[in-house]
C-alpha cells in the first residue's frame, strides 16, 4: 500500500544550525512533492513544491531535494531559528491522482 | 486578498447528531478541499470542490459528504456523529484545478462526545 513517513515525530536543534528533515514514500510515483509548516492551532501553510525531474529547490533558508530513485526528499532549514519551530509536513501529488497525501509530520523545535 | 475564512472555529456535538462546517476561500479561488487532521492518522483528504462539482473523494464512509456554492464557498456536513469523528477539519482552497499551491484556513475543531 502507499505510504508517507517523515523520519521522526520530533527533532530538536540549537539555533544557528541545519535542521534537516526527512519523507521518504513508498508505491507512489509523484509528480509534485510540497512541504507544509503547521503551527498549533493553525491551518498548515504552503513553503515549497518540486517536480519529479527537479533535484533541487530553494527558497531563503530553505532547500528542498527530491530523490525518485531512493523515494525521498529531505527539507533543509539553514541558520535556524526559534520562530522555525513548528511541524513541517511533506505531501505527495501524484500523476494520477487528483488528492494531496500527507505525511504525518515532523515537528521541530530550534532551541535558542 | 483575505485568506481562507471557516466557521465556526470551535464545535462541541452529541452522538448521532449532525454538524455542518463551512469554508470561504480566497477571493477568486475557485477549487475548495476539505481534510480532517486527527492525532492518530494526520491530514487526510475528505473531497475536492472546483466549480460546483465534486472533483474527487477520499476514503471516508458516506456520512461526510459537502457541497460547493456558486460563489465558491463550500460547506461540509457530517451525519450521524460518532466520536472518532472528534477531529480538526481543515478547508483549503486554490486558484484553478491546476494549482498546486493550496491555501489552508485555520480550522474547525470539532469535539463530539
Known amino acids: 500500500s502507499q505510504k508517507i513517513e517523515q523520519n521522526s515525530e520530533a527533532l530538536n536543534i540549537q539555533e544557528g544550525k541545519t535542521a534537516t528533515l526527512t519523507c521518504n514514500y513508498t508505491?507512489?510515483?509523484?509528480?509534485?512533492l510540497q512541504w507544509y509548516r503547521q503551527d498549533p492551532g493553525r491551518g498548515p501553510v504552503f513553503l515549497l513544491l518540486?517536480?519529479?525531474?527537479?533535484k533541487e529547490k530553494r527558497k531563503e533558508r530553505l532547500k528542498v531535494t527530491f530523490d525518485t530513485t531512493l523515494k525521498q526528499s529531505l527539507f533543509h532549514i539553514t541558520a535556524s531559528q526559534p520562530a522555525d519551530s513548528a511541524t513541517y509536513l511533506c505531501?505527495?501529488?501524484?500523476?494520477?491522482?487528483?488528492?494531496?497525501?500527507f505525511g504525518s509530520g515532523t515537528q521541530l523545535t530550534v532551541l535558542p | 486578498k483575505a485568506g481562507v475564512t471557516q466557521t465556526p472555529r470551535y464545535l462541541i456535538k452529541t452522538r448521532g447528531q449532525q454538524v455542518t462546517l463551512s469554508c470561504s476561500p480566497i477571493s477568486g479561488h475557485r477549487s475548495v478541499s476539505w481534510y480532517q487532521q486527527t492525532p492518530g492518522q494526520g491530514l487526510q483528504f475528505l473531497f475536492e470542490y472546483f466549480s460546483e462539482t465534486q472533483r474527487n473523494k477520499g476514503n471516508f464512509p458516506g456520512r461526510f459528504s459537502g457541497r460547493q456554492f456558486s460563489n465558491s464557498r463550500s460547506e461540509m456536513n457530517v451525519s450521524t456523529l460518532e466520536l472518532g469523528d472528534s477531529a480538526l477539519y481543515l478547508c483549503?482552497?486554490?486558484?484553478?484545478?491546476?494549482?498546486?499551491?493550496?491555501?489552508f484556513g485555520p480550522g474547525t475543531r470539532l469535539t463530539v462526545t
Open positions: 508505491n507512489y510515483s509523484p509528480a509534485y
Open positions: 505531501a505527495l501529488l501524484s500523476g494520477s491522482a487528483r488528492q494531496l497525501t
Open positions: 483549503a482552497s486554490r486558484e484553478l484545478a491546476t494549482s498546486y499551491e493550496q491555501y
Open positions: 518540486i517536480r519529479e525531474n527537479e
